[in-house]
T-cell receptor
Framework: NAGVTQTPKFRVLKTGQSMTLLCAQD?????MYWYRQDPGMGLRLIHY???????AKGEVPDGYNVSRLKKQNFLLGLESAAPSQTSVYFC?????????FGPGTRLTVL | GEDVEQSLFLSVREGDSSVINCTYT??????LYWYKQEPGAGLQLLTY?????DMKQDQRLTVLLNKKDKHLSLRIADTQTGDSAIYFC?????????FGKGTKLSVKP
């Protein structure tokens, strides 16, 4: 099993550009999450999903959209990137108490 | 909202014990977690404790929970250089996880 994978690993965007981050899991988990990690801020939940076709807002959802069209995939979209969205983005999935994390995507917005 | 607090840094010598502390505010917390993050990597679950337990031991790791004071600690016995990482405390009571800012553990040879 690959576990939780994220694509891409690194990306540099210019202000105003758009992009989609892909998260995939092969563990048949119902729950999936997107977090951002900033220095001195820990991890903050952006959006999450409790099953295929469902999404919900987390702590810091503004400027992001998500979709869960297939159970194994959770997409995070930035429609118009801003420098404040420079961060490391982590995806996670879970079926019970433990969340399994992907390796992260480092995004820089210039 | 609910909050989780941790000290940001801890430095120990190899072979010593490390104790990382965490406080949380949600009195209805059910599960409390410790995650480890090595440089450039994602988070890895180390252990978790259910709120009706006071202590959980797993090899070199000991978790202590004081519900009255809403205090959680992680003790690493015989700390090794490979234990150098950032350790996150997380509260799972809200359905999702609320993370502390992380404690960076540095282990000196």
């Amino acid at each position: 099993n690959a576990g939780v994978t994220q694509t891409p690993k690194f990306r540099v965007l210019k202000t105003g550009q758009s992009m989609t981050l892909l998260c995939a899991q092969d563990m048949n988990h119902e729950y999936m999450y997107w977090y951002r990690q900033d220095p001195g801020m820990g991890l903050r939940l952006i959006h999450y999903s409790v099953g295929e076709g469902t999404t919900a807002k987390g702590e810091v959802p503004d400027g992001y959209n998500v979709s869960r069209l297939k159970k194994q995939n959770f997409l995070l979209g930035l429609e118009s990137a801003a420098p404040s969205q420079t961060s490391v983005y982590f995806c996670a999935s879970s079926y019970a108490e433990e969340q399994f994390f992907g390796p992260g995507t480092r995004l820089t917005v210039l | 909202g609910e909050d989780v607090e941790q000290s940001l840094f801890l430095s120990v010598r190899e072979g010593d014990s490390s104790v990382i502390n965490c406080t949380y505010t949600d009195s209805s917390s059910t599960y409390l977690y410790w995650y480890k993050q090595e440089p450039g990597a994602g988070l890895q679950l180390l252990t978790y404790i259910f709120s009706n337990m006071d202590m959980k031991q797993d090899q070199r790791l000991t978790v202590l929970l004081n519900k009255k004071d809403k205090h959680l600690s992680l003790r690493i016995a015989d700390t090794q250089t490979g234990d150098s990482a950032i350790y996150f405390c997380a509260d799972g009571s809200q359905g999702n996880l609320i993370f502390g800012k992380g404690t960076k553990l540095s282990v000196k040879p």
